[in-house]
């Protein structure tokens, strides 16, 4: 996978005209440059996506307000703290590039020739992700904690490579590329289980899957319970076929899996939800149910 980090100056300028303001002098810039070409600043919005596409080769309409931000000191200023920047992103993807590679090709199985991604100023807080192949970030990273920064990246792209599902299918999509990075990638980062990682409004329905993941991962059945132990996600072990197909499918074709089959999951996990509730209103609860 040949993962690319670049600064565009039409991408970090357009970026810096079209987000929140990260600073007074920036603020005062813009502000000067709306008031004197408001026209050419409203149509300015549509370069984003020409940018992107074809960053080498992209020539705006009218370069006018471009050029004035190129000419300022405090565009200078912003440019060589982006520099500085994208070598501190390029160090933290280099030096974790093995375990890396591991994620795409043992746990996504999925091939990504190329990716870009354009760094623009952290001040501006910002992962966007428009287009096929393509994203966009600016956000800090934690020196005490870099492997969340990496997780970040990892997210972005992996959520850029899959495809689109409707949009109802769309939690099990966010749910399963969790489990492939926040959880298992982080994990393997870590050392250390990192399954209770994650958005919580997705938890419920991850651990619904995760016998299934396990299944995906190839996890052998007589190391099922040592892994949920580890994770601390308990099932029951007999009330699941093991399905050896799932270690052959890539994550696409599991997420399309649970989605096929997300009546029975999700039925049958309410249904347990249902029945533990039903023992725990009674006055004498069996241990065991519980």
Do not use: H
Not at 9 to 26: D, H, M, N, R, T
Not at 53 to 77: A, G, L, M, R, W
Not at 79 to 91: A, D, I, S, T, W
């Amino acid at each position: 996978m040949n993962t690319n980090f670049i600064v565009n100056e039409y991408a970090l300028v357009w970026y810096l005209l079209f987000q929140a303001s990260i600073s007074e002098p920036i603020y005062k810039i813009k502000q000067r440059l709306w008031d004197a070409f408001k026209d050419k600043y409203n149509n300015m919005f549509n370069d984003k996506l020409l940018i992107l596409e074809d960053y080498k080769n992209f020539i705006p309409n009218d370069d006018t307000i471009y050029n004035i931000f190129f000419e300022s000191k405090e565009y200078q200023k912003i440019k060589k703290q982006v520099e500085k920047y994208r070598l501190e992103v390029m160090r933290i993807w280099d030096k974790n590039k093995k375990v890396t590679q591991d994620l795409y090709s043992n746990i996504i199985r999925e091939k990504v020739d190329e990716f870009t991604f354009f760094v623009v100023s952290k001040e501006l807080n910002i992962i966007d992700n428009p287009i096929k192949e393509k994203a966009i970030i600016g956000v800090e990273i934690d020196k005490k904690d870099p492997t969340e920064y990496l997780l970040r990246l990892n997210m972005t792209l992996a959520m850029n490579s899959i495809k689109k599902y409707r949009e109802e299918d769309n939690d099990f999509k966010n749910a399963i590329v969790e489990l492939a990075i926040l959880n298992e990638y982080a994990s393997n980062l870590n050392d250390r289980s990192c399954y209770l990682n994650g958005t919580p409004s997705l938890m419920e329905l991850k651990r619904w899957i995760y016998p299934y993941w396990l299944m995906y991962l190839g996890i052998p059945k007589d190391e099922l319970l040592s892994r949920m132990m580890r994770d601390k996600i308990a099932f029951e072990l007999d009330n699941y076929a093991y399905e050896k197909e799932l270690v052959k499918m890539n994550i696409e074709e599991f997420i399309d899996f649970c989605i096929r089959n997300k009546r029975y999951i999700i039925r049958e996990q309410k249904e347990k939800k249902e029945e533990i509730n039903k023992f725990q209103q009674m006055d004498d609860v069996p241990e065991e149910i519980i």
